[in-house]
C-alpha cells in the first residue's frame, strides 16, 4: 500500500510515521508513507497556497491551483484507488471503513487548513470524503494521521501477533474485554484469578464474557 498525505503544513503530520508501529510497517515494506507540501505547488513567487474567502468572511481558503496541480503530479507517478478529502462533514470514519481501506493499494489524504478547501476541489478532484468525528479540528493533518494509523495497523504483517488486530475493539462488533500485565498483585488490587489459571478454554471463556458486559455497559448501540 502506499499513501500520500498533502499538506500545507508538512510537520504536522510527520511524527506519527516516525516512530513506533507506522515506522515499522515502511521499514517492512508493508506501506510507503508520502507527505506532500503543498507549498512546493504554489504557484506564485511567495509560496502561498491560500487565499481570502470570496464573498467575505472571516479565515483563508486553501486555493484549488496548486491542490489539482498536486494530484495531477502524484497521479501522472501512480493510480489511485481514493482520493479522499479528511472533512468535518464527511463520512464518519469507523473500524468497517478502516478494514476497507486497508484492502486499497494506493491513497491520497488531502488535509485542509483555516477555513478548508475550494469547494471546487470536493466537486471536481475528490473521490471520498471522511470526517473522524463531529469536532473541528485546525487542520486535517491530525486526521489524516488517525486514518492511515488505523489502517495500516491492519495490513498483514504489520502487527507482531496476526490475531492482535482481530481481538481489538469493534472488529467482532464487541468492545475489548480488559487487559492486565504484571504484577498479579498491587496495592491489593488483584488481577482476576482466571488469567493466572493457565487454563486457555475458561480465559477465552472469561475474555468473551467480559467484552459483552462492557459492551452492554458502554456501547449497548453495538449490541442491536
Ligand atoms: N470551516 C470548516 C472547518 C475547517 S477546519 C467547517 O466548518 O466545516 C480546517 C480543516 O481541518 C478542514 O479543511 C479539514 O481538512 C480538517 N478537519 C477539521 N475537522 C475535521 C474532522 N472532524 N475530520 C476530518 N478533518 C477535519
Request: with cysteine; charged share 25%; hydrophobic share 40%.
Amino acid at each position: 500500500m502506499h499513501i500520500d498525505i498533502i499538506t500545507c503544513l508538512p510537520k504536522l503530520v510527520e511524527s506519527p510515521f516516525s516512530d513506533s508501529i507506522l515506522l515499522r510497517a515502511q521499514k517492512k515494506g508493508l506501506v510507503s508513507v508520502d507527505i506532500i507540501d503543498l507549498r512546493a505547488y504554489a504557484t506564485n513567487k511567495h509560496k502561498t497556497v491560500d487565499d481570502y474567502a470570496y464573498g467575505g468572511g472571516a479565515g483563508m481558503v486553501l486555493q484549488i491551483e496548486p491542490i489539482d496541480n498536486c494530484i495531477t503530479d502524484l497521479k501522472s507517478k501512480r493510480q489511485y484507488d481514493e482520493v479522499i478529502y479528511m472533512s468535518p462533514d464527511g463520512e464518519l470514519f469507523n473500524q468497517a471503513m478502516a478494514n476497507q481501506l486497508s484492502l486499497k493499494g494506493n491513497l491520497i489524504l488531502l488535509c485542509g487548513h483555516y477555513k478548508g478547501v475550494d469547494e471546487r476541489v470536493r466537486q471536481h478532484l475528490i473521490t471520498k470524503e471522511i470526517s473522524i468525528g463531529d469536532y473541528v479540528l485546525s487542520g486535517g493533518e491530525l486526521a489524516a494521521a488517525v486514518v492511515a494509523d488505523a489502517v495500516i495497523r491492519l495490513l498483514p504483517g504489520v502487527l507482531n501477533d496476526e490475531t492482535s488486530a482481530l481481538t481489538d475493539s469493534f472488529q467482532d462488533g464487541l468492545v475489548a474485554p480488559p487487559v492486565y500485565t504484571r504484577p498479579a498483585t498491587y496495592k491489593g488490587w488483584n488481577v482476576p484469578e482466571v488469567l493466572l489459571s493457565g487454563h486457555e478454554a475458561k480465559i477465552n471463556l472469561w475474555k468473551q464474557e467480559q467484552a459483552i458486559k462492557r459492551t452492554a455497559q458502554r456501547r449497548p448501540d453495538l449490541l442491536e
